[in-house]
């Protein structure tokens, strides 16, 4: 292809695949604005303040990592905690990386970067359901950016919402049980086959053994246990893996 032919090719957006990648992400963008919410005022409310907020919400975008780190924070926790608890929290996406290299292994490192900051778990979801043949194709980069620009506008924006209304919400809204609610219904659209469900089932089993352990670190062990198992489940190669699923 000529520089000619690549000057005339359609701006993304335009793409019917991004189009559909942002019908399907639609589907399910309440679900994590209501999660974005009550994270943009539990940062506030923690006692990070407006601007700090407003940085963490805009360059770590990462919901789950964001709530782990908060009480860790607020209560003086060593930095180093905070760290390990915000990479163990996020080891995930290691996984999520490694599924995806197949399809974008070949696209520049500046466009990899791109993609690996707007990448979300939902993503990887209705990524893989489309194409489940590993390997790219033309499609698949306009339909990433159809999800993950709905995905980030709906996380952002009501975070944002959370962190400058964080005074005018009272806590006998009960505002964070409706984070819980909203992660909880993100995490079932998640565990899609038997092994998805063995780790999360491992998750809060360590979760729920290692409770007394001080700064939450349970939340720590639970998602190195589920990490470990994952990645057990993965290398047990594809006999076992076709009988997870």
Same mark, same amino acid.
Request: charged share 10%; aromatic share 12%.
């Given at each position: 292809?000529?520089?000619?032919?690549? %000057?005339?090719?359609?701006?993304?957006?335009?793409?019917?695949?991004?189009?559909?990648? %942002?019908?399907?992400?639609?589907?399910?963008?309440?679900?994590? %604005?209501?999660?974005?919410?009550?994270?943009?005022? %539990?940062?506030?409310?923690s006692g990070l303040g407006v601007p700090l907020s407003v940085l963490m919400s805009l360059a770590v975008y990462a919901g789950s990592a964001q709530l782990a780190a908060l009480p860790l924070i607020a209560s003086g926790a060593p930095i180093w905690v905070v760290w390990a608890t915000a990479f163990c929290v996020n080891l995930r996406f290691v996984i999520f990386s490694a599924q995806w290299r197949p399809y974008l292994a070949h696209l520049p490192l500046a466009q990899r970067l791109r993609v690996g900051y707007f990448t979300a778990d939902l993503n990887y979801v209705l990524f893989m359901r489309r194409f489940p043949e590993p390997k790219p194709a033309p499609a698949q980069l306009p339909y990433f950016w159809g999800g993950a620009a709905i995905n980030w506008a709906s996380w952002q924006t009501t975070s944002l919402a959370g962190i400058f209304l964080a005074d005018r919400v009272p806590t006998e809204w009960g505002i964070g049980f409706a984070g819980v609610i909203a992660l909880l219904g993100l995490t079932y659209s998640l565990l899609h086959d038997r092994a998805s469900w063995i780790a999360a089932a491992v998750a809060a089993c360590a979760a729920v053994a290692a409770y007394a352990m001080p700064l939450r670190l349970n939340i720590v062990v639970a998602v190195a246990a589920a990490v470990a198992i994952a990645l057990l489940l993965d290398h047990a190669g594809p006999k076992a893996r076709g009988a997870a699923r």
């Amino acid at each position: 292809m000529n520089t000619t032919s690549l %000057a005339l090719d359609p701006p993304v957006w335009r793409h019917p695949e991004f189009r559909r990648g %942002a019908a399907d992400m639609s589907g399910i963008a309440l679900g994590i %604005a209501a999660w974005g919410l009550v994270t943009g005022v %539990a940062m506030v409310k923690s006692g990070l303040g407006v601007p700090l907020s407003v940085l963490m919400s805009l360059a770590v975008y990462a919901g789950s990592a964001q709530l782990a780190a908060l009480p860790l924070i607020a209560s003086g926790a060593p930095i180093w905690v905070v760290w390990a608890t915000a990479f163990c929290v996020n080891l995930r996406f290691v996984i999520f990386s490694a599924q995806w290299r197949p399809y974008l292994a070949h696209l520049p490192l500046a466009q990899r970067l791109r993609v690996g900051y707007f990448t979300a778990d939902l993503n990887y979801v209705l990524f893989m359901r489309r194409f489940p043949e590993p390997k790219p194709a033309p499609a698949q980069l306009p339909y990433f950016w159809g999800g993950a620009a709905i995905n980030w506008a709906s996380w952002q924006t009501t975070s944002l919402a959370g962190i400058f209304l964080a005074d005018r919400v009272p806590t006998e809204w009960g505002i964070g049980f409706a984070g819980v609610i909203a992660l909880l219904g993100l995490t079932y659209s998640l565990l899609h086959d038997r092994a998805s469900w063995i780790a999360a089932a491992v998750a809060a089993c360590a979760a729920v053994a290692a409770y007394a352990m001080p700064l939450r670190l349970n939340i720590v062990v639970a998602v190195a246990a589920a990490v470990a198992i994952a990645l057990l489940l993965d290398h047990a190669g594809p006999k076992a893996r076709g009988a997870a699923r």
